[in-house]
């Protein structure tokens, strides 16, 4: 039971790259959410989706897209990166089956230079 | 929207002493206060969460108070080890079956031995 997978790890893009930032869970979560972790700001919620299908935006989505087309992967694309989008990326899981805790991925690092 | 404030921003303590980390929230509908412990480069863990319908949880050296009325809530750390060391987050959200969670900045807790 992997819970939550973040890929990749680590990533250097340059300005006006897009790439894809990978979340697959195997809890059988409803709820799926990323977020954005900036020195001295806390986590700021990107996007969520309640269930396969479903998506919204949250405090910061601009820049992002974001789609769910299976209850186990929400992939988050930045569709041309710039330097403000260097951060911390976590992806998070919540569901019944969990007493609705919201567990969070390792972490993605992205630079944008 | 919600807006979550979280004091002090650094704490520093002596083993054996006690902490204490305060939250004000602004939307009175939020009814989940999840705390989550982050070491560095590490995901946030889960630590302990309150929900509106109780006013205190403890969980060993661990509790958590919360002030509906003044809509503040506050985590309690006694007999703190140098393993305490990491940074805190509170949050806050309405929980109606899944949350997106609004997050403080954080607040930087060093236990010194």
């Known amino acids: 039971n992997a819970g939550v997978t973040q890929t990749p790890k680590f990533q250097v893009l340059k300005t006006g790259q897009s790439m894809t930032l990978q979340c697959a869970q195997d809890?059988?979560?409803?709820?799926m959410s990323w977020y954005r972790q900036d020195p001295g700001m806390g986590l700021r919620l990107i996007h969520y989706s309640v269930g396969a299908g479903i998506t919204d935006q949250g405090e910061v989505p601009n820049g992002y897209n974001v789609s769910r087309s299976t209850t186990e992967d929400f992939p988050l694309r930045l569709l041309s990166a710039a330097p403000s989008q260097t951060s911390v990326y976590f992806c998070?899981?919540?569901?019944?089956?969990?007493?609705?805790?919201?567990?969070f991925g390792e972490g993605s690092w992205l630079t944008v230079v | 929207g919600e807006n979550v404030e979280q004091h002090p921003s650094t704490l520093s303590v002596q083993e054996g002493d006690s902490a204490v980390i305060k939250c004000t929230y602004s939307d009175s509908a939020s009814n989940y206060f999840p705390w989550y412990k982050q070491e560095l480069g590490k995901r946030p863990q889960l630590i302990i969460d309150i929900r509106s319908n109780v006013g205190e949880k403890k969980d060993q050296r661990i509790a958590v108070t919360l002030n509906k009325t003044a809509k503040h809530f506050s985590l309690h750390i006694t007999e703190t080890q140098p393993e305490d060391s990491a940074v805190y987050f509170c949050?806050?959200?309405?929980?109606?079956?899944?949350?997106?969670?609004?997050f403080g900045k954080g607040t930087m807790l060093l236990v010194s031995p």
């Open positions: 998070a899981t919540q569901g019944a089956s969990s007493g609705n805790t919201i567990y």
């Open positions: 809890m059988n979560h409803e709820y």
């Open positions: 949050a806050a959200s309405i929980n109606s079956g899944y949350s997106t969670l609004t």
